[in-house]
C-alpha cells in the first residue's frame, strides 16, 4: 500500500469514528449532540426496551459519508474476483461490503464492517472467519471496521485473539491463492469514544503464531464511560473522541 492511500485510509476511518460517535451521542441525548453525519441510530420499540440498535451497517454508512467528502469512489456489496464455497456444493463470487476506487477506478481497498464482541467460542466467529478468508484472498489490499457499542477491559484482547487465529488458519489453508498484501484492522468503540488501528502486512513471513501473537496485542484500561490509559500501544493508532 502506498504511503498515500495508507494515510487516506486512517483520515477516513477517523472521519468515520467522527460520524459515529456523533450520531451515538445524539441517540443517547439530544441535549449532547454533537453529530455532524446525517445518519441517525433508530432504537427498538419501547416494548423491547427502547435500546439503541448497533449494527455493522451504521458503521458501513457513516464510512460512506467520509468517502463522499473525499476525492475516492465507491461501491457497496461488491462481488468478489476469487470464488467461494461457504455453504452448499460449488464455489460462486460472493460480496464485499464496500469497495473503495481512486479516481482512475483502481479497485484499492476491500472493507468488510463487523459489530459487536466476539470470541473464538461464540456462535458468530465463522462469520468472522468467512470475511477474513475473503480479505485475504482478494487481490486489493484490505480493511476489517470493527464497531462495538461499549466494551470491557477483555473485549478488544477477545475479539484480537479471533483475528490471530483466523488470519493463520486461512492463510495456511490458502497459501498458494493469497498474494503479499496489507490487510488494515479498525475497532471503533461508540460508548467510551475511542477508536485503534493498525496496519497488517501479509506475507510468508509475517504470517506465523509468534508475529501475529506480538502484532494483536493491545494494553489498555476502560472506566464505565471512557478509555482511562492504554499502557502498551504496541504501534495501534489510538484515536480518542
Given at each position: 500500500?502506498?504511503?498515500?492511500v ?32 446525517h ?26 459519508e467520509?468517502?463522499?467528502?473525499s476525492?475516492y ?31 482512475t ?137
Open positions: 500500500m502506498i504511503p498515500k495508507k494515510d487516506d485510509v486512517l483520515a477516513l476511518c477517523k472521519k468515520a469514528d467522527s460520524n459515529l460517535w456523533g450520531s451515538f451521542n445524539r441517540a443517547i441525548d439530544m441535549a449532547r449532540q454533537t453529530a455532524i453525519s445518519q441517525v441510530f433508530p432504537t427498538y420499540s419501547e416494548k423491547s426496551g427502547g435500546a439503541i440498535r448497533m449494527s455493522e451497517q451504521e458503521a458501513c454508512f457513516a464510512f460512506v467520509a468517502i463522499i467528502a476525492n469512489l465507491f461501491s457497496a456489496e461488491t462481488p468478489t474476483k476469487k470464488l467461494y464455497q461457504f455453504s452448499g456444493k460449488s464455489e460462486e463470487s460472493a460480496r464485499t461490503d464496500l469497495s473503495l476506487y481512486n479516481t477506478l483502481e479497485n484499492v481497498l476491500g472493507i468488510e464492517f463487523k459489530s459487536k464482541g466476539v470470541s473464538l467460542s461464540t456462535s458468530s466467529h465463522p462469520k468472522i472467519t468467512k470475511d477474513i478468508q475473503k480479505l485475504l484472498r482478494e487481490p486489493c489490499d484490505g480493511l476489517w471496521f470493527h464497531v462495538l457499542k461499549s466494551t470491557y477491559n477483555n473485549t478488544i484482547t477477545n475479539l484480537f485473539k479471533v483475528f490471530q487465529s483466523d488470519m493463520l488458519d486461512m492463510y495456511k489453508k490458502y497459501k498458494g491463492d493469497i498474494g503479499d498484501k496489507v490487510i488494515i484492522f479498525h475497532i471503533c468503540v461508540l460508548k467510551h469514544g475511542f477508536s485503534v488501528h493498525k496496519m497488517c502486512e501479509v506475507n510468508e513471513s509475517s504470517i506465523t503464531v509468534p508475529n501475529l501473537k506480538q502484532f494483536f496485542q493491545l494494553e489498555y484500561h476502560v472506566s464505565r464511560e471512557e478509555l482511562v490509559n492504554t499502557n502498551n500501544k504496541n504501534c495501534w493508532n489510538v484515536n480518542i473522541k
